[in-house]
């Protein structure tokens, strides 16, 4: 039986939001528009780019979500290009966790709504690479909640629904997990709080990072 653990990037695996949140301004100032609140840049991380512009900015027609996401990718290349990136640390204790897993029989995976280049860029910076046998991005898969990216790496480790959890901090992971019939573990130190992930399909919730080593495994 293979055990197979997917977690989301950002606000679950490493503390990106700052980062997200200047791209984003910057996007929006580009277009000569008025940036959104922080908060409510807060509430879209882990959506793809075009969805998130659609929250963003909901009166505006798809040829605007789109313009706005090339650009939020362009304000990112650009800030990475001149060193203005900030850390993106991992949470505390998360490589504890990973490396307990994986010691334990897990395969792991990730699903986030970053590129193939971005993902690829923050788990080479943290030397977790190899760690995961398996990794899925908004590059080849539609926005979460969809489950196509969950499917996907549940296919490409040979694991099946019944033995996958689902680890992320927003409400768009859990509804994927439920949608996907994977198990969500919700994680309380990203965008989402505990209820909005309860209420969206979590079966359980961590509210510290060493508790995902008991929590990921069905009861």
């Known amino acids: 039986m293979i055990r197979l653990a997917v977690f989301d ?31 409510a840049i807060r509430r879209i991380v882990g959506l793809s780019l075009v969805e998130a512009m659609q929250l963003l900015l909901p009166e505006a027609d798809d040829a605007q979500h789109r313009s706005l996401a090339t650009d939020y990718k362009n304000a990112f290349h650009a800030m990475r290009a001149s060193g203005e990136l900030a850390d993106e640390p991992l949470f505390e204790g998360i490589a504890e966790v990973l490396g307990t897993l994986a010691d334990d029989g897990w395969k792991l995976g990730v699903a986030t709504g970053k590129s193939d280049r971005g993902l690829a860029h923050i788990l080479a910076a943290h030397g977790i690479t190899e760690r995961f046998v398996t990794l899925q991005t908004a590059d080849r ?79």
């Not at 990216?149 to 549940?154: D, E, P, S, Y």
């Open 9 to 39: 990037c950002d606000g679950t695996l490493v503390d990106s939001q700052a980062n997200i949140c200047v791209a984003c301004e910057r996007a929006f100032e580009g277009a000569k528009l008025i940036p959104p609140p922080r908060a």
């Open 141 to 219: 898969h539609p926005s979460k909640p969809d489950p196509a990216m969950l499917f996907a790496a549940i296919a490409e480790a040979g694991a099946t629904v019944e033995t996958t959890a689902m680890i992320g901090d927003t409400s768009f992971d859990m509804a994927m997990a439920r949608a996907a019939g994977a198990r969500g573990v919700g994680v309380a130190w990203g965008y989402h709080d505990v209820l909005e992930l309860s209420d969206a399909g979590a079966d359980v919730v961590a509210t510290a990072v060493p508790d995902l080593l008991h929590m990921v495994a069905r009861p």
